[in-house]
């Protein structure tokens, strides 16, 4: 079993940057992909982006050029450095370990942090 622990949301106004951190702990070693999800209220929980284990990222197109994930595996770290905010990013951010990027292929969920952009 591994656990997640997400940090770093907030709220900024449109424009503005925040960076995300979620840290793993208990069997790590079986941690291959890790990816970032979130979910708006009334919408259905989306991928944001994905890494595999050696770092490859995959990012869904309305961030794409805007988030970049990253991984720091000595310290079991994932993070999700954002630009450019706009309100339509506002949502609860989920860090997630995965087996495909998709929630289906979700093997571990964080307990979500609340990222609010005002225009």
């Known amino acids: 079993q591994v656990q997640l622990v997400e940090s770093g949301g907030g709220a900024v106004q449109a424009g503005g940057s925040l960076r995300l951190s979620c840290v793993a702990s208990g069997h790590i070693f079986s941690i291959g992909r890790m990816a970032w999800f979130r979910q708006a209220p009334g919408k259905e929980r989306e991928v944001v982006s994905c890494t595999y284990s050696d770092g490859t990222p995959h990012y869904r197109d309305t961030v794409k050029g805007r988030f970049t994930i990253s991984r720091d595996n000595a310290n079991n770290t994932v993070y999700l450095q954002m630009h450019s905010l706009k309100p339509d990013d506002a949502a609860i951010y989920y860090c997630?370990?995965?087996?495909?990027?998709?929630?289906?292929?979700?093997?571990?969920w964080g307990q979500g942090t609340q990222v609010t952009v005002s225009s």
């Open positions: 997630a370990t995965v087996d495909r990027c998709s929630v289906e292929g979700v093997d571990s």
